[in-house]
């Protein structure tokens, strides 16, 4: 039995356990995973993490060289727009440094791995303003940090593919679901339902802006495409760039009526001036189209089924108080 040993970077955040899961049924008893985390941890779900700091360069080069990887998903980087724009430095040092780190050890060590790099439909930033669904040739016009530093590492690989790095560019669009931090909408919301339901936080809920309209999808279908390239990898042309998206946008305010509707308790709802990002989009859609011709790939869950698991996964939380 051919081994198909795979190792994720950043395996500790709130993709990981989703991905190690879903690489876990596309490859089978073939596999050999080997997740991986900023610094040593024990995850709750994973068990024992060996540390990689995707920063420090002869870390990588040494883990690569001794690993010897078919296969590298790399997913480590700083998760929230937000972050990334509040300690611009780090946000290049991380996704831009760190990403050429693991490109480069690859080619020096592993040329046969191939790459599954993690990027982001925020890349596309301002094209986003036509309304239209983007396909992977759209102009990346990038807004913020996040998506700037995103777009230059994804520009970066494009350009090494020519040199023979074996990677396969993926560009997910929103995506939730049981884990993701109160960083983002979503989670931000059934955070402030399930506390409210519990009786530790008066029944108001403070949001941003309603208005945008976002590509919104359960995080277990974005593993599941993570997942369905490295099986399709022998037949993608290095440097191939995947949309995952469902095509759908959603508006927040439809998103906080679902959310407000499945709570057991009567909630208010606040505009937050503090909430309010000046870098947002009226609409940013994704044309999947390419994901789903050239990998069999298409959503399998519905924004209900992503959003009721989140809330549940909150209810639990505070449950476990």
């Not at 596999?31 to 995850?43: D, G, I, K, Y």
């Not at 925020?122 to 669904?133: D, E, I, K, L």
């Not at 402030?192 to 999808?217: C, S, W, Y």
């Not at 679902?258 to 309010?276: C, F, H, K, N, Y």
């Amino acid at each position: 039995m051919v081994r198909v040993r795979t190792l994720i970077t950043g395996a500790g955040g709130f993709v990981g356990p989703h991905l190690c899961s879903a690489i876990g049924h596309a490859i089978g008893p073939r596999l050999e995973l080997v997740p991986t985390s900023q610094a040593p941890e024990r995850h709750p779900a994973l068990g024992p993490l060996p540390g990689l700091d995707i920063t420090d360069k002869c870390a990588v080069a040494e883990t690569i060289a001794r690993l010897s990887p078919d296969c590298v998903v790399h997913l480590a980087g700083i998760a929230a727009p937000v972050a990334a724009s509040a300690d611009w430095r780090k946000a290049w040092h991380v996704h831009v440094e760190g990403t050429l780190n693991i490109a480069h050890a690859i080619l020096a060590h592993a040329p046969h791995c191939i790459l599954i790099f993690v990027g982001s439909g925020q890349v596309y930033g301002h094209s986003a303003r036509t309304g239209t669904p983007l396909d992977e040739d759209t102009l990346l016009a990038p807004v913020d940090d996040y998506g700037v530093t995103k777009a230059a590492a994804d520009l970066a690989l494009g350009a090494l593919a020519q040199r023979g790095l074996r990677v396969i560019r993926m560009r997910p669009f929103n995506h939730t679901g049981p884990g993701q931090t109160e960083d983002f909408f979503i989670p931000s919301v059934a955070m402030q339902i399930a506390r409210i339901e519990a009786g530790v936080q008066p029944p108001v809920i403070r949001v941003g802006n309603l208005t945008a309209e976002r590509d919104v999808l359960h995080v277990a279908d974005v593993a599941a495409a993570y997942a369905s390239a490295i099986r399709h990898a022998a037949d993608l042309a290095p440097g191939t760039i995947l949309n995952i998206a469902s095509g759908q946008p959603v508006s927040m305010q439809a998103v906080m009526d679902r959310l407000i509707g499945a709570s057991r308790v009567a909630i208010t709802v606040e505009q937050d001036p503090g909430r309010l990002r000046a870098s947002d989009l009226p609409r940013i859609v994704g044309d999947a189209s390419r994901a789903r011709r050239l990998l069999g790939w298409q959503p399998r869950r519905s924004l209900d089924d992503a959003l009721s698991d989140v809330l549940n996964a909150c209810r639990a939380r505070i449950a476990a108080v």
